[in-house]
């Protein structure tokens, strides 16, 4: 069974920082990439950002400079380092894997979600 379970949502101020997690099956981290997503009230879900098995990253341009995406692969689990927050990335984050995801299109596995929020 896959599993993906996101953690390290909260409320923060605007400029400050967080650090998601998504701890995921080892079965399926170990060869495919995982992307992180965002679904904001009354907004489509969108992606924030990828990283390879081989560990290659690539970012949408709202988030570059702020957010960094990696993984330990010995651990199994992936983060995003997100800085300088601002209000406007305040959403619920997914965590998303499968084969797809190395193209930058959705995976077949989702995690629950955590909430970032962000005050101004």
């Known amino acids: 069974q896959v599993r993906l379970v996101e953690s390290g949502g909260g409320l923060v101020q605007a400029g400050g920082s967080l650090r998601l997690s998504c701890a995921a099956s080892?079965?399926?981290?170990?060869?495919?990439?995982l992307g992180w997503y965002r679904q904001a009230p009354g907004k489509q879900r969108e992606l924030v950002a990828t990283i390879t098995s081989a560990g290659s990253t690539n970012y949408a341009d709202l988030v570059k400079g702020r957010f960094t995406i990696s993984r330990d692969n010995a651990k199994s689990t992936a983060y995003l380092q997100m800085n300088s927050l601002k209000p406007e990335d305040t959403a619920v984050y997914y965590c998303n894997t499968g084969t797809m995801v190395a193209s930058r299109l959705p995976g077949d596995y989702w995690g629950q979600g955590t909430q970032v929020t962000v005050s101004s």
């Open positions: 080892a079965s399926i981290f170990r060869f495919n990439a």
